[in-house]
């Protein structure tokens, strides 16, 4: 697995949700109930503005001895998020939240967009 800079956020596809994940053991709680649902557009943005692009394994015949499921893997994109790209889709989760002044959220920083994001999932 890529190095990733916890916290991290995921973008879902056609969807203005984020979700906040602390640090690894949020992500594995997460792929591991929901490794069929995600898709290959979902993103994950770590604090230094990497993205991860989600990749399901390639489905294999099951076997006695191949039992275990393959978790997704986190592959690494050459392009990275910057705050203006960051905020346009914090501010679209504030809305889809309930927040009322969504448009006055700002941020300098990626790890404070991402902290914005925490901050947003506790009030609603």
């Known amino acids: 697995m890529p190095q990733i800079h916890w916290p991290a956020i995921l973008k879902f596809d056609q969807d203005d ?3 906040y994940l602390a640090n690894h053991q ?3 709680s997460f792929i591991c109930a929901n490794q069929d649902t995600v898709c290959l557009q979902d993103k994950l943005i770590d604090s230094s503005g990497h993205i991860y692009r989600i990749q399901k394994p390639p489905t294999k015949q099951t076997s006695i001895d191949n039992c275990v499921a393959q978790l997704p893997e986190l592959v690494k994109q050459p392009q990275r998020i910057s705050v203006l790209q960051l905020l346009p889709l914090v501010r679209q989760y504030g ?3 309930g927040h009322c002044c969504s448009a006055k959220i700002v941020f300098a920083t990626i790890e404070q ?3 914005t994001v925490a ?3 506790q009030l609603y």
């Open 17 to 19: 949700e984020l979700m």
């Open 26 to 28: 949020d992500w594995l």
């Open 95 to 97: 809305q889809f939240q």
């Open 113 to 115: 967009g991402i902290a």
């Open 119 to 121: 901050e947003l999932e």
